[in-house]
């Protein structure tokens, strides 16, 4: 299976639109097009559980890449593309189909849509010779083939191939002087957008926003599903936060739904979130502690510390990833996601009304300001330590403070969307500090190891004395970014 990044800007277009001269910046020539008529077939299970996890499995014939893929992510930026050459079969791989198994929560997928695209492409070339991206003017007839619809439209999309960012910007510039409009969905989504809608409909009174929120991130929490079995750090990172907003959601709200069901499937998404915290911790701390001593002088670093850790996170993100791939393929994984979507779905047991909701998010915020006025109390006194426990309970407080303001932001509420920058800054600061702590840990352990086997350890104490160094100066900016996250204007949201 070959994997490819794709780097790519979408543009709508209408029939007769013509494509600018867009000679000049780096681009030298633009030859004749090549026009391909390309025919792919989309699989989905019958509620479209892939294409709402931003996953598009396709059997693709015409253009230099037929074939399977499964495409990775939102249209329009950075997508991931897996490969695998075309077959005779009508039915994907199974190695694509182990990437989608829990997306489509353990059922089997079948085409839903046919896309039939008449493509113009012209290659954008350096002075060299070099293909720096290619432009494809797209003629689009799509079909539903459960609800028979079709439809038809034109989108521009220009790819890098060893260009960069800033010749997108000039490209992007010069379609739209020639009348392209920014921005096309994904072909899948556009022809089933009507019954997305439908499936994905909630109407659950005040409480819709909650639900709405929860639907989203369970979603993102499947479209990063293939690129952490993967080890992408990135997908890593994101499956996990998505985890956490979960749980925070669901701990937050948690009156509306039963609550024996709901400890449950939190304590299923803590047990998710240990797996991908295993992968997540070695990926951080390797090249975390790896920088800190190429930045001390040669003379200060004493014995093979550098390969010494290098060897030991990796055997850690090893030993993490297969223990997460192996979760990611259990039937514990899909019963989870199962579970998600009933508790979505399902009408809250409460029926609530708006101020319940916000009443939430108000205590939410507020037990993080009140836990973080305790710690730094704490800190004024005599002898205090900057690694109180107190200051990481306050970082948690603070995530679901700002998970729970999330709610109204993804609603709509541009108050609440100011709220959560000013809490941003604060949470990231409280958590710079906890990384500082959690390093000084694994520095110790790792001194106490290397002294076990009589090596030098000098080195360790060194790096574990400048964390103590940085978690101080950390925690003695957080008074002016509290009093920054407590301005009036950002809290008027919370009267």
């Not at 929490?221 to 998505?242: F, K, N, S, T, Y």
């Not at 709509?412 to 500082?436: E, F, T, Y």
Request: charge should be positive; proline fraction near 4%; aromatic fraction near 4%.
């Amino acid at each position: 299976m070959r994997t490819v990044v794709e780097r790519e800007r979408k543009f709508e277009s209408h029939g007769d639109f013509r494509v600018p001269d867009l000679v000049g910046d780096s681009v030298a020539a633009l030859g004749e097009p090549d026009v391909v008529t390309l025919d792919a077939t989309y699989y989905d299970t019958p509620e479209l559980w892939l294409t709402r996890g931003a996953l598009a499995l396709r059997r693709r014939t015409g253009g230099a890449d037929e074939g399977w893929h499964l495409k990775v992510g939102s249209a329009g930026g950075a997508r991931t593309e897996h490969q695998r050459p075309l077959t005779a079969a009508t039915k994907p791989p199974p190695d694509l189909m182990r990437l989608v198994r829990a997306a489509a929560r353990g059922g089997s997928v079948e085409p839903v849509a046919r896309v039939e695209t008449r493509r113009r492409e012209w290659q954008l070339r350096a002075a060299d010779g070099a293909v720096l991206a290619t432009l494809a003017d797209d003629a689009v007839v799509a079909h539903d083939l459960v609800e028979g619809r079709r439809i038809a439209w034109h989108e521009i999309e220009v790819e890098l191939v060893d260009g960069d960012e800033e010749l997108l910007d000039s490209v992007e510039a010069r379609l739209r002087e020639a009348g392209a409009r920014p921005g096309s969905p994904a072909k899948i989504r556009r022809v089933l957008d009507e019954r997305l809608r439908d499936l994905t409909a909630i109407d659950a009174g005040a409480a819709t926003p909650v639900l709405a929120y929860a639907a989203a991130v369970r979603d993102s929490l499947v479209a990063h599903d293939p690129a952490a079995r993967e080890g992408d750090v990135d997908g890593v990172h994101d499956m996990r936060v998505a985890v956490r907003r979960l749980r925070s959601t669901f701990r937050t709200f948690r009156g509306l739904w039963d609550r024996e069901q709901i400890d449950g499937v939190r304590a299923e998404l803590k047990w998710l979130g240990e797996q991908l915290g295993g992968v997540r911790d070695a990926q951080v701390m390797g090249p975390r502690l790896a920088k800190a001593v190429r930045h001390q002088p040669g003379e200060l670093v004493l014995g093979p510390v550098a390969a010494d850790l290098a060897e030991r996170f990796a055997a850690d993100e090893a030993a993490a990833l297969t223990r997460l791939r192996r979760a990611l393929s259990s039937p514990r994984y899909v019963k989870l996601l199962s579970t998600l979507d009933e508790l979505i779905a399902a009408p809250p047991v409460t029926e609530v009304g708006k101020r319940w909701v916000d009443s939430r998010i108000h205590k939410a915020v507020r037990r993080a300001d009140g836990l973080l006025d305790t710690a730094l109390d704490r800190q004024g006194e005599a002898g205090a330590s900057d690694d109180d426990p107190a200051l990481h309970e306050a970082r948690k407080a603070y995530k679901r403070g700002r998970y729970a303001v999330e709610v109204r932001k993804e609603a709509g509420d541009k108050n609440a969307r100011r709220l959560v920058r000013g809490l941003k800054g604060l949470q990231d600061l409280l958590g710079d500090h906890q990384d500082s702590v959690i390093t000084r840990q694994v520095l110790r352990d790792l001194g106490v190891r290397a002294y076990g086997r009589k090596a030098n350890t000098f080195t360790y104490g060194l790096l574990y004395a400048e964390q103590v160094g940085h978690g101080r100066a950390l925690v003695d900016r957080l008074p002016k970014a509290q009093a920054k996250a407590r301005r009036r204007k950002l809290r008027r949201w919370l009267r």
